[in-house]
């Protein structure tokens, strides 16, 4: 590891370790603790049982009310899904989009590992860039945090669907993922709703502040990062930048739609988010919703 690197790594682990050790651990356990289940075998059916775990098959078949008896996987694989691709490096001299995600990235891998579980990590762009398996321990989630600062991508674009069907192949068992990117793709929103059917998925969609509010500087010359298409735009032409505006709020409000359609759950963040603030808001709502559907 070169010195650069390692400071890199060592200033992110700094910023990280106090509200991993006093706020994000614990909102963390109480939302992913005992989300996995395995089909264990049938009872009868006793007063005070929860209705909801009836089986009726099986209730029908012996005329006697059966209900379904679950053991809980305390241990769950927590994975990572970062977009790596040249838009995500998007922000000039400030905080660029990658840079937000990155730590958002760590703060996740280590409450994840504080409440032991197991950490994976899937980096992409156009193609599946870097694939980490789930383990435990702290020395893989340093592995893990030294990767997400480490690896350059060798694909430009944005492939959110091969990725998506990568971890789909990989991941068998239900897992909880955190799938991180700016969602500048198209075509990958089935693969979304695939993936979250038989895992807990988050969708959080990491956007640079200046493409949501577009600076008045007049005539600039812009390139794709991705395509490296170019092309001239006035800045100084308000109804110009209301339009690159309206774009980015409708890409928006898409995956909302998409994500609140499959039960997805979702995160906006900016390039100059409080990340730390972003999750405790995600797991405190999260934490409301389901006490509210279960009655507790």
């Known amino acids: 590891m070169n010195d650069l690197l390692e400071q890199r790594l060592r200033r992110l682990q700094l910023r990280c370790k106090r509200p991993v050790s006093h706020l994000l651990a614990g909102e963390y356990r109480s939302i992913f603790k005992g989300n996995g289940i395995e089909f264990d075998d049938v009872r009868e059916y006793t007063y005070g049982d929860d209705v909801r775990a009836i089986d009726w098959k099986v209730t029908a078949r012996t005329g006697t009310p059966h209900i379904k008896r679950y053991i809980e996987e305390r241990e769950q694989a927590f994975i ?169 709020q409708a890409r928006a409000r898409e995956l909302a739609e998409t994500c609140a359609a499959a039960n997805i759950g979702h995160i906006p963040l900016t390039s100059d988010s409080d990340c730390v603030a972003a999750l405790v808001s995600y797991f405190q709502e999260r934490h409301r919703r389901v006490a509210d559907e279960t009655g507790g």
């Open 80 to 248: 990572i899904m970062l977009d790596i691709s040249a838009s995500t490096s998007f922000g000039g001299q400030e905080r660029a989009k990658v840079d937000a995600a990155r730590e958002l990235c760590a703060l996740m891998a280590w409450s994840a590992a504080h409440s032991k579980n197991r950490v994976g990590l899937i980096l992409f762009s156009d193609r599946v860039e870097h694939y980490v398996p789930p383990a435990r321990g702290r020395n893989h989630v340093m592995r893990i945090v030294s990767d997400l600062l480490e690896t350059q991508p060798k694909g430009q674009g944005t492939d959110l669907r091969v990725a998506l069907e990568f971890a789909g192949e990989v991941l068998r068992k239900r897992s909880v993922f955190f799938v991180i990117s700016d969602f500048l793709a198209e075509g990958y929103e089935q693969s979304l709703q695939i993936l979250a059917q038989r895992h807990d998925l988050t969708a959080v969609c990491v956007q640079h502040v200046l493409e949501q509010e577009l600076p008045v500087l007049g005539m600039v010359h812009c390139q794709d990062m991705e395509n490296g298409r170019q092309q001239w735009v006035d800045l100084g032409n308000e109804s110009a930048r209301q339009r690159y505006q309206d774009m980015a």
